[in-house]
């Protein structure tokens, strides 16, 4: 069976399904390459396999394209390949090709489960949160009990305290300090579960940390203009990316409630935003400032995709109409500050101009917490800090020094 024979009448319904995803032209001739590869592989093998799904995908990225000598031309670029094969995958109805990850044993994933049902239901934290301390917690149970049943028997003080100082020295203060923040959260999971209940949280090193010690970064008046200046608002991309950064730096949201923002989040008519998907999964309200309310109009009117997406930001090349992932809003923010010609990177730095400025504009610490959705008043207190024109008239002159 010749490779045309399979092919064929897939090609045409092929770049039908990269076009309607918003592909550009050009990538969607690199797939179609790499689609012909495969489908050309895929006709010298036996004829029970001549089909397309995941195991004959898999088998050809795995075992065929590391020693491929088929003639050329022949397009062999594994990751473009993998991406062109999950949209092929895709249009015949079958799931994504998910990246090979060694599985921990069952006791271990369920354990796991367990966990992170807690952090869920009993915490109250959201999913990112949970990801990250399951993903710790995954390597520490691992290396403590491998294959072997799980025994927290041999979970003792002393086996807690070698693992955390082997492992700061790979990591920095900050991941060194989440490390323990998981391990301290799974050690209470267990005692709630009744399981070693003799091993105190306090016994855990923690990596130095002195509140307040440093400055939060933030945006000058100087840089903040530029820092619109950064955004194309001519095309549909700038208009979106211009509202996202006002979401960021005027309402202080976080990068994932700006991804997950959706239509009906926006009371226009009361100029109030919702966020139902917090980080301590509350429902919290805010004021829409004018400029933001602005900028969010101008993108929805005109620089909007028309889809059936009731998230508010969505993706205006493929796939066309699907909403935006954190790291979409992390490129946008980090462009633009390269366009600036500014040295900041991420989102957070504008969650603390936003803290700073509503500070410097007269707004109580306490109202500046319900902005920022901290929990504890004392999170917010190191903005506090920033505001210089306050704190040189209660400065106290340094002992000997002249008048």
């Known amino acids: 069976m010749s490779s045309e024979t399979i092919a064929d009448p897939m090609c045409e319904r092929f770049l039908q399904h990269l076009q309607h995803r918003g592909h550009t032209e050009g990538t969607a001739h690199a797939y179609l390459a790499a689609a012909e590869h495969y489908w050309r592989w895929l006709a010298r093998q036996a004829p029970v396999e001549h089909q397309v799904n995941a195991d004959t995908v ?23 390949m993998r991406a062109a094969l999950n949209q092929l995958l895709g249009m015949q109805g079958y799931p994504r090709l998910q990246q090979l990850r060694v599985p921990a044993s069952a006791a271990i994933e369920a354990a796991l489960s367990s966990f992170d049902s807690y952090l869920r239901d009993i915490q109250g934290l959201a999913g990112a949160t ?5 993903h710790f917690v995954r390597a520490f149970l691992e290396d403590l009990f491998g294959s072997a049943p799980l025994d927290f028997a041999r979970l003792t003080p002393s086996f807690l305290i070698d693992y955390i100082t082997v492992q700061a020295e790979r990591l920095t203060t900050g ?27 306090d016994t855990l090193p923690r990596p130095a940390h002195w509140s307040l010690v440093t400055l939060p970064p933030r945006l000058t008046e ?3 203009s530029r820092f619109w200046q950064g955004f194309d ?9 211009y509202a996202m950064a006002r979401c960021l730096a005027d309402l202080a949201l976080r990068c994932h409630e700006v991804a997950e923002l959706r239509l009906e989040n926006i009371d226009w008519r ?5 966020l139902p998907h917090t980080k301590t999964l509350r429902a ?25 997406s009731r998230a508010v930001f969505v993706y205006q090349r493929a796939p066309l109409g699907e909403a935006v992932r954190t790291t979409t809003v992390h490129g946008a923010i980090d462009r633009a500050f390269a366009r600036a010609g500014l040295p900041w990177r991420g989102t957070h730095v504008l969650r603390h101009t936003a803290a700073a400025r509503l500070l410097q504009a007269g707004c109580s610490i306490k109202a500046i917490a319900d902005v920022m959705r901290h929990r504890s008043i004392d999170t917010t ?7 210089l024109p306050h704190l040189i008239p209660v400065a106290l002159p340094w002992p000997g020094a002249q008048p």
């Open 381 to 387: 207190a190191i903005y506090t800090k920033v505001d």
């Open 222 to 224: 100087a840089e903040l």
């Open 270 to 274: 009361h100029g109030v935003l919702s």
């Open 233 to 241: 608002r001519s095309t549909s991309i700038g208009k979106r990316d």
């Open 175 to 201: 991941s060194a300090g989440v490390l323990v923040t998981a391990l301290h959260s799974y050690l209470r999971f267990l005692q709630f579960r009744g399981i070693c209940i003799g091993i105190p949280g």
């Open 130 to 134: 949970r990801q990250s301390r399951c």
């Open 58 to 80: 898999r088998r050809f990225l795995n075992e065929h394209l590391p020693a491929c000598d088929c003639p050329p031309p022949v397009y062999r670029q594994r990751t473009t």
């Open 284 to 308: 919290d309200r805010l004021p829409l400032p004018e400029l933001t309310a602005q900028a969010l109009i101008d993108y929805l009117r005109v620089g909007r995709p028309v889809c059936r």
